[in-house]
């Protein structure tokens, strides 16, 4: 790890909780309204106060890094808490096997976090890009204050989990182990993190059920004993615990090298089904079943206090309703192996790039070896690489079935995009069931 992927060196000053702007009482009463036509006046303020209820909010603002926030380029929306800005949030799934993770999991001391996900929204709600950080990465880990007010020493060429770790190991909770990868993550790629998520085991089967399974093409037998996952090839949906084992799985047979880089991969693949699920189902566009989807999904989650709010996570929900499937792109950081450890791996120069697209709000391949841009409006690869999960499978017109969108298409193989190893979008090919 070099000095080049670190952020210019800024005052340590704290970041503090931003007080709620008033539009969020006129969003609220809208998320109001329409539980209320929904579900009734009573059950309408017993789901409000459950859906708040079911988020444990950590409030880490005090432990993280200060980065400069940008200024709304549009109107303000009151359904929206982040009209005109970009938003980064970072996404950590936790390994910590307490209570439901440890009957998921086994027993295991301490926390960790294994999957980092920078997920960033553009300012003009037009593209999701999802960015994998690899756990076995060399960066440099800043001195980190705890919720009891100890800090934590710097370290160089760390490994990147073990910011999360440290967190954890020191402050013992939460709020500082994400606080600690928080400030590992900006300082490593000076992109601005504005909230950010932790979900444990329990938490995404629960997600992953909320949606009734996440249909998946499986290419090849899988057999991880370790994981508990036995699939066959096909077109498979999986259950919650299915995903799970899917997603953690790294050895055994048909499931890759056994490297966590290649599982990255996979989680890619899971996260870019259930992103079609989701269009399919129209849950962005559906207030209803948002809401009870919302309520699922958020029993498990740990968030940071300027996010915790169910409005404000619908609002953004519903603010990317019109985002389709071939803008919702995914990818790991380009990496090497480590010159000083081929166990480890440090990123490349072209990761340099994509850090820098992604604070300046541009696309995040711009400027890159994959940059596509020469296919305007095609996300990451040209439109006829994939499927649209949200055609109709009828004729408008007439109201009879449409041919094209009900006769089953054999994927190209050469259009097929490697997940892990290349970008691709929720659209794109990324395994072929034969």
């Known amino acids: 790890m070099t000095s080049r992927h670190a952020a210019p060196a800024r005052p340590r000053a704290v970041r503090h909780g931003r007080p709620r702007r008033s539009h969020a009482v006129v969003r609220g009463a809208a998320l109001a309204v329409v539980a209320v036509l929904c579900f009734g006046t009573s059950g309408a303020a017993a789901l409000y106060v459950q859906l708040n209820s079911n988020i444990n909010t950590i409030d880490a603002s005090d432990l993280i890094q200060a980065l400069p926030e940008p ?12 009209a005109g800005r970009d938003v980064n949030i970072l996404l950590m799934g936790s390994d910590e096997r307490d209570g439901e993770n440890e009957a998921i999991g086994g027993h295991v001391d301490g926390m960790r976090s294994d999957t980092t996900i920078v997920a960033h929204i553009s300012a003009d709600r ?28 710097a370290q160089r060429n760390a490994m990147f989990n073990s910011a999360f770790a440290i967190g954890a190991d020191n402050g013992g909770d939460i709020a500082s182990a994400a606080a600690c990868t928080v400030n590992t ?5 000076g992109v601005r993190i504005d909230h950010f998520v932790v979900v444990d085991f329990a938490g995404f089967t629960k997600m992953v059920d909320a949606i009734g399974g996440v ?41 890759g090298n056994g490297s966590d880089t290649d599982r990255l991969g996979r989680q890619q693949e ?65 990496f090497a192996a480590a010159p000083s450890d081929p166990n480890r791996v440090v990123w490349t120069s072209e990761a ?83």
């Open 71 to 82: 200024t709304a380029t549009g109107p303000a929306d009151p359904d929206d808490p982040n």
């Open 126 to 153: 037009s593209r999701v890009e999802l960015i994998s950080i690899p756990r076995d990465s060399l960066v440099d880990i800043p001195s980190c204050t705890m919720t009891d007010g100890s800090t934590s020493y």
């Open 185 to 189: 993550v900006q300082q490593n790629t």
């Open 215 to 255: 249909p998946i093409c499986i290419p090849n037998d899988m057999s991880a004993p370790k994981a508990g996952l036995y699939l066959n090839a096909g077109q498979q949906t999986l259950n919650g615990t299915q995903a799970l084992a899917f997603a953690r799985a790294r050895t055994g047979e048909g499931v």
């Open 270 to 334: 899971l996260l870019a089904a259930v992103v079609r699920e989701l269009l399919g189902k129209n849950m962005l566009t559906d207030i209803t079943q948002l809401i009870r989807f919302l309520d699922s999904a958020t029993e498990s989650l740990s968030i940071d206090s300027g996010f915790s709010s169910i409005s404000d996570m619908a609002g953004l929900a519903y603010s990317l309703r019109s985002t389709s499937a071939a803008n919702i792109s995914f990818m790991t950081i380009p």
């Open 352 to 434: 340099d790039t994509i850090w820098a697209n992604v604070a300046a709000d541009q696309p995040m391949l711009a400027g890159t070896s994959q940059d596509t841009s020469a296919d305007p409006g095609t996300g990451t690869t040209d439109p006829g690489a994939g499927t649209d999960p949200g055609a109709g499978t009828t004729d408008p017109g007439t109201g009879t079935p449409d041919p094209a969108a009900t006769t089953p298409v054999t994927p190209d193989p050469a259009q097929t995009r490697e997940a892990g190893k290349e970008a691709f979008s929720a659209g794109d090919v990324t395994a072929v069931c034969g």
